[in-house]
């Protein structure tokens, strides 16, 4: 995915490349080449066999792999001792290699403000030539900051610099031959060697669209004769077809296809192999290709292979003496930090302003490069939303070095279509939904002007248009302009017992200013000017509706600082907003009254047990009182749990809850399955049902939550110490 980011020009650092292992003498031993296969989570056994090769002292003149063989071979070459490598791996997980976004709390605000919706996740182009689709599950940012960090090629940009000289295959989409790569960005030609089609996007590197080299050259012995070879160690993960049973995903799915169609090209290579050769086979099993939760698991299975042809590897030996300085050579990294720059430089962008880009990164000309620091920058870039995939070079150019980042538009955009669902019911005969759909047009003007379009029907049916555009290049102030209407249905309960049911049909409109504070928060300063009528749907008219509309002018003033690490189960971090509506008749609202709203969380984990600490407060203020369309409404699950939702209401609202929850269970690519419950207090005062549930409210609950990938599924039982009970499903927010 960091496509460009992989142009085959010499960096400065390259200079200070780390000097080779020594080559043999002539006639002292062969030219020994080692062959790692592609196989996915399989190819963890590669390291296994690393380990083994190295207590045998066996050294290795050439490395070329394909896939997890080239990830594998591309630390081995670079000087990555097999302890760290192995370090890395057992970090890993489907879920850190596979997920796209940067962590949330570095994610630009007006992002973060959709999570709070039921949209699903899924992003579609929709443009005059109809609907686009991404070309991958993920793009493989996230993977390549993994590979950045498995691999040590500090400047190298030619991969004979290498202390063992190394090569990855890939395979060109375009044209169906394998591609082998000397030279460019290390990282990226790892991942380019392992972009399995269909979850990850192609990588454009070097003329060409790259996927995974399995699919033409898994084992790739001819490359390994072309670098010179006189001896290949060939270590075959076997392209065995899962189970019914791991086909249950679409990193299985995939997998399985591309064993299928590798499996014919390993065969060639196998028949190449000659009588001098040594073939190791890690005896697998049924280890899925797609399991990169348990790589822990294959390197026994690997070591276990190598030893079992230790008598062949045995006259390869080096004396001790001689391999460890040859392992130091190995192992000796060049530690020159990576270059100051005099320039940041986006290149081939069409639409976005490349200033509001660079104004995400913290990186900066004039200062040292941190490698870390750099890749974070990357994910931010790509945490826009406005990119399908990130990368960066060096260049020396006359005069200057250029950090040159290769960001690549989306080629589905500018214009996107979500949609999402909401689901919920009481299991008393009440049930709900709420079909969403979001237009967003980006990139209308220099500065990022973007038109919205928000639809729902269902229980709500609201239509909303906005313009958001900003006053300046990257994060800061900007103005909103918006229009919406909403036609709702309101319950009003006395206790637990719903009484009547109410239709609001409400328009406002409103114009807001404000600035964005990076990837913190934002504050907004607008005047908006609402009307709505309210009419008695069913049951007793326990509240008067005034005949025709009501109207409202106001200002408000909202504030929103989120650095919660998600919306739906958080582990770590914090949110608070405040909300104010001063409505005032001289701005031709039919009362004088302030609605204040301020909520916060904070929410810290122990391993896999979550807290969770939350408060909300609504309070009234002014002379009028509030009208019923702006009183609190509050109750149901995690908000005053055991009572219906939504059964209080009123002009004063204190609450307060504390949620613990365990995470008992881990899907590949979701969050996982948790289990906990709730103590909450609150109070509700001056209800709009006079003499409705007043004083201090104590309930609790205990719940069950799915992430899933259309939005949370939560299962919870509630209970209020008045003795009300209620069982609340939900599909999205609550």
Known sequence: MLATAVAALTLAGEGHAQAQPAAPQAGARPKICLVLSGGGARGAAHVGVLKVLQEMRVPVDCVTGTSMGAIVGAAYASGTPIDDMQAVLSKM????????????????????????????????????????????????VQLESVLRELSRAGGIQTFDRLPIPFRAVATDLITGKPVVLSQGDLPAAMRASMSVPGAIEPVRLQGHLLVDGGLTNNL??????????????????????????????????????????????????????????????????????????????????????????????????????AYVAWEQRRIAIDRTPLPTVDEIRFEGLQRVNPATALAV???????????????????????????????????????????????????????????????????????FFNLLASYRMTWLNDLGGEFRTDAQVGRTNRLGLQFHQPLQKGPGLFVVPRIEHERRTTDVFSNDQRVASYDTSATAVALEAGAQFTRYGETRLGLVYSRWRTSLD???????????????????????????????FPRAGYGGSVEVLAARKELGSEGNYTRLELAGTYVKSFDDHTFQLGVKVGQRYGSDPLPPVRQFQWGGMLQQSGYPTGALIGEDLRFARLVYYNRVARWQLLEGIYVGGSLEVGRMGRPLVPGNQQGTLYSGSLLFGVDTPIGPLYLAAGHAARGYNAFYLFLGRP
């Open 361 to 431: 990164m913290e990186t900066q000309v004039g200062q040292p490069v941190d490698q870390k620091v750099l890749d974070r920058d990357m994910r931010r870039v790509y945490g826009t939303g406005d990119f399908e995939h990130v990368g960066y070079r060096f260049l020396e150019e006359p005069g200057q070095r250029v950090l040159a980042v290769d960001a690549a538009e989306k080629s589905w955009g500018p214009n996107y279509l979500r949609m999402g669902l909401g689901l919920s019911s009481d299991f008393k005969g009440d049930s």
């Open 220 to 321: 790739p012995v001819d490359v390994a004769r072309a670098m010179g070879a006189d001896l290949v160690i060939a270590v075959n993960l076997g392209t065995p077809l899962g189970s019914a049973e791991s086909l249950n995903s679409i990193l299985g799915v995939t997998a399985q296809m591309v064993s299928i169609l590798t499996e014919q090209n390993v065969q060639r290579s196998l028949a190449s192999l000659g009588p001098r050769d040594i073939l190791i086979l890690p005896l697998l099993g049924e280890f899925s290709a797609a399991d990169f939760d348990h790589l822990d698991v294959p390197v026994p299975l690997g070591e276990a292979a190598a030893r079992a042809v230790a008598a062949q590897l045995a006259p390869y030996a080096l004396p001790p003496e």
């Open 538 to 568: 069913t049951g007793l008219p326990v509240v008067a509706a005034p005949d025709g509309y009501q109207y409202e002018g106001a200002v408000t003033w909202r504030a929103l600082v989120d650095q919660l690490d998600s919306v739906s």
């Open 93 to 140: 997980s489907t879920r850190l290699l596979f997920k796209d976004l940067p962590p949330r709390e570095e994610r630009s605000v007006h992002l973060k403000r959709d999570d709070a919706t039921n949209l699903a996740p899924f992003e579609l182009g929709l443009g005059s030539k109809g609907l686009a689709l991404p070309r991958g599950l993920v793009s493989g």
